[in-house]
């Protein structure tokens, strides 16, 4: 889903938006890689921002930490609705649904890789909860990332198939509208790229891409092969070069 760069955008954008000092932003990172959350600290300390909190439990933390790490955030940016605009980041739902395997009562119902069906529920309704309060005049938006998921009637599951382009994702902008009163985020995609390419990609991995996509999916009058074409092509072309240099 390329979720991660996907995400960081919109980071990047909140953190500019918490320069008025009626916003603020929370992020809730759970279970992902200590890498990206080096990312979202990158861009924290790289870009102008004003009240900003980060509750984390990476990878490799036990998972009863990770969960109330979750709930801690989860309680926290309910407090700082009530005094401001929060947008509250939750990296990644999913993840926090794994977690709460390590505090679920035992025998409840489950699903599909013993995940307990209290545990998707819980966080759905968690991570969905959210809108404007009339008599503060604040509000609570979520932004939430989930992994892939198949077609089922699981909400988080739900959510991953309305992103489900697995090959490129959209760099986007967010920008407060100021005919309401509260700031609802419109998002402007600005262009589309394969996920962090430019950090992933060595450029002799690039040109080779670029060369097999040339020479095994398309003839000589750039029409596009059949699908048996391409794999004998694209076999043939591993058989000739086993070791790429690079």
Not at 51 to 63: C, D, H, N, R, T
Not at 157 to 165: E, G, H, P, V, Y
């Amino acid at each position: 889903l390329g979720k991660t760069t996907l995400i960081l955008e919109a980071w990047k954008e909140v953190l500019k938006l918490t320069q008025d000092s009626r916003i603020c932003a929370v992020l809730v990172f759970v279970g992902e890689r200590g890498e990206d959350l080096s990312d979202y600290l990158d861009l924290l300390q790289n870009t102008p921002h004003g009240l900003v909190e980060v509750w984390s439990a990476p990878k490799g933390v036990p998972q009863e930490f990770q969960w109330q790490v979750f709930l801690w955030g989860y309680h926290r940016s309910l407090v700082l609705g009530a005094h401001y605009h929060c947008i509250t980041f939750y990296e990644s739902a999913s993840r926090a649904v794994d977690a709460f395997r390590a505090v679920a009562e035992p025998g409840g119902g489950m699903v599909t890789g013993g995940i307990p069906t209290e545990a998707i529920s819980r966080v759905a309704a968690m991570v969905g909860r959210g809108g404007f309060y009339p008599k503060l005049g604040t509000s609570n938006t979520n932004i939430v990332s989930v992994l892939d998921g198949n077609k089922s009637a699981d909400p988080l599951a739900q959510f991953a198939l309305m992103t489900a382009d697995h090959n490129t994702t959209s760099r986007i902008r967010l920008v407060p509208s100021p005919q309401i009163p509260f700031p609802k985020i419109s998002v402007i995609p600005l262009e589309t790229y394969t996920r962090r390419s430019e950090r992933l990609i060595p450029e002799a991995l690039r040109k080779e891409q670029e060369k097999v996509k040339k020479d095994c999916f398309f003839d000589s009058a750039g029409r596009l092969l059949p699908p048996e074409e391409t794999h004998r092509r694209i076999l043939k072309y591993c058989e000739e070069n086993p070791d790429p240099q690079y």
